[in-house]
T-cell receptor
Framework: KAGVTQTPRYLIKTRGQQVTLSCSPI?????VSWYQQTPGQGLQFLFE???????NKGNFPGRFSGRQFSNSRSEMNVSTLELGDSALYLC???????????????FGSGTRLTVV | DAKTTQPPSMDCAEGRAANLPCNHS???????VYWYRQIHSQGPQYIIH???NNETNEMASLIITEDRKSSTLILPHATLRDTAVYYC?????????????FGKGTTLSVSS
């Protein structure tokens, strides 16, 4: 069974540009959540989508947005990039309410974004 | 904010049991205790979860106090590959719209 796939693995962007990151959840999982990880702030929750609807949102500016498609794949977008947006962006999938073998979230390996 | 408190770091000798404590004094009746770990540069990995009974799986054991205000994750025979940051999280069971809120976690260093 394939795991959570995030693309690309690495990305370098310039300040002011925008970026789109992709996440394909485990087959059958309908919930996708996104996290930002930096050395200073640790793992911070960005947002969670379930059945194409945003169910929860963390404390991030409006430059950070996301969406989920009917096949449960998700994308997140960051506009007007700042140096502080350099981070590891992690995606996790789960099947809310179902007792699967993980009983929780399965994370991808992340996308390492560097803003210069 | 995270609802748990963990020591920032712990050391363990290879082959010995690693006991990682977590305080969650404000845990609600419908909240479970989850443990995840993150090995350097990888995504967090689910370890175990529990409500009020002790739990054991192939990776670890989870001991939750009777008042549910604290818990201990036990790695019975730690190996070098168990060196990671361990996160204790409380949240309702697998419920859509309730995020995993990570604290700083405990950095476990296993040495030979």
């Amino acid at each position: 069974k394939a795991g959570v796939t995030q693309t690309p693995r690495y990305l370098i962007k310039t300040r002011g540009q925008q970026v789109t990151l992709s996440c394909s959840p485990i087959s059958g999982h309908r919930s996708v959540s996104w996290y930002q990880q930096t050395p200073g702030q640790g793992l911070q929750f960005l947002f969670e989508y379930f059945s194409e609807t945003q169910r929860n949102k963390g404390n991030f500016p409006g430059r950070f947005s996301g969406r989920q498609f009917s096949n449960s794949r998700s994308e997140m977008n960051v506009s007007t990039l700042e140096l502080g947006d350099s981070a590891l962006y992690l995606c996790a999938s789960s099947f809310p309410g179902q007792r699967n073998t993980n009983y929780g979230y399965t994370f991808g390996s992340g996308t390492r974004l560097t803003v210069v | 904010d995270a609802k748990t408190t963990q020591p920032p770091s712990m050391d363990c000798a290879e082959g010995r049991a690693a006991n990682l404590p977590c305080n969650h004094s404000t845990i609600s009746g419908n909240e479970y205790v989850y443990w995840y770990r993150q090995i350097h540069s990888q995504g967090p990995q689910y370890i175990i979860h529990g409500l009020k009974n002790n739990e054991t799986n192939e990776m670890a054991s989870l001991i939750i106090t009777e008042d549910r205000k604290s818990s201990t994750l036990i790695l019975p025979h730690a190996t070098l590959r168990d060196t990671a940051v361990y996160y204790c999280i409380v949240r309702p069971y697998n419920q859509a719209g309730t995020a995993l809120i990570f604290g700083k976690g405990t950095t476990l260093s296993v040495s030979s």
